[in-house]
């Protein structure tokens, strides 16, 4: 986990690469990544490129590796499922509890609990997502030696549907209050982030730093938007 001197950037890919575009997503990041102090870049990567991923990045400074999803089962019978156990040395954090995993695929408390239990045995740091409509009964479902290894994320809904990030006051008081709930655990911001505003929102003290979406799918503007950080 990054350290309390330090942010973290989460690069959330989504569905959206082809495994054509990841290669060549991923040569280009090679050729122009710099480490920047103070800031941990996590890739959140679909399961098919987790070992791709690893392996191009794991030699780079300050670059970490994220699961998109992990079962909230261990291994056995349950076709279709990722062990995190399975992860362990390749995938530092998983995404637990995403809005798009809660809304299409009907995620309950209880299945995400799992995930972030299942996580934290495996090694991996839940990266445990939630809208304020879900962050009390949810944190209640965890826990509390789990919470103790999670970092929070949170989503404003109208952020997400319209890519336009809420203003640094909002996103203060808002980290606020979901630290408040888990005894003043590191929180993330995703929403409309973006190479104009990420400076504002990581210059936030509450935040432990955020999640970035359409913003990471081009590598060339998703350097760009560590290059501000500089």
């Known amino acids: 986990m ?37 800031i941990e870049v996590v890739l959140a990567v679909p399961s098919l490129y987790l ?58 408390l209880q299945e995400v609990a799992g995930q972030v239990r299942e996580a934290v045995s495996a090694g991996l740091v839940p990266i445990l997502c939630m809208e304020r409509a879900v962050a009390t009964a949810q944190i209640a479902a965890i826990d509390s030696g789990d919470l103790e290894r999670t970092v929070l994320s949170y989503t404003p809904s109208d952020a997400v549907q319209l890519e336009v990030a809420h203003g640094a006051r909002e996103v203060r008081d808002a980290a606020a209050f979901f630290s408040a709930l888990s005894g003043g655990r590191p929180v993330l911001y995703g929403g409309g982030v973006n ?24 590598v060339s503007e998703f350097l760009d938007l560590l290059e501000t950080l500089r």
């Open 51 to 108: 070992r791709q991923v690893y392996r191009e990045v794991a030699s780079l400074d300050g670059v970490a590796v994220a699961a998109q999803h992990v079962s909230p089962y261990p291994p056995g019978a349950y076709t279709g499922a990722l062990p995190a156990v399975w992860l362990a040395g390749m995938a530092g954090y998983t995404l637990a509890g995403h809005r798009e995993t809660r809304k299409y695929f009907h995620e309950t």
């Open 195 to 218: 190479r104009e505003n990420i400076q504002e929102l990581m210059g936030v003290p509450e935040l432990a730093g955020v999640m970035v979406g359409r913003s990471c799918l081009d």
């Open 2 to 38: 990054v350290s309390e001197q330090g942010k973290m950037v989460v690069a959330n890919w989504k569905a959206a690469l082809s495994p054509v575009k990841v290669k060549q997503w991923l040569d280009v990041f090679r050729q122009r990544y710099r480490p920047v102090s103070g």
